[in-house]
């Protein structure tokens, strides 16, 4: 059964765009039934300074698996790759 997830998205224009051709090329791969690696770099010190809120309905933080978010803090270290499916 399929959840949804209301989230704003708060960045540069520029930025905005960029997320945006992101979440287009998820959605092409699912319309598609393929599945693709995406490189993403996230320049979090510049123009990269991205926020998001949840809005009210949908899955709510509470629901969600938060056990990997630490990961972020390790600098320098790589990330593991993030599955969106199976």
């Known amino acids: 059964m399929y959840k949804y997830i209301d989230i704003r998205v ?3 224009p520029d930025t905005l765009f960029d997320f945006g051709r992101l979440l287009k090329i998820i959605q092409k791969c699912g319309e598609r039934g393929t599945c ?3 490189p993403v770099v996230v320049d979090g010190d510049g123009s990269g300074k991205l926020r998001f809120q949840l809005l009210e309905e949908g899955i ?3 629901d969600m698996d ?3 978010t630490d990961l972020v803090e390790t600098e320098g270290k ?3 790759d993030i599955w969106i499916g199976d």
């Open 78 to 80: 790589v990330l593991e």
């Open 10 to 12: 708060i960045g540069l």
């Open 36 to 38: 693709r690696k995406i």
């Open 60 to 62: 709510q933080p509470e």
């Open 66 to 68: 938060t056990s990997k």
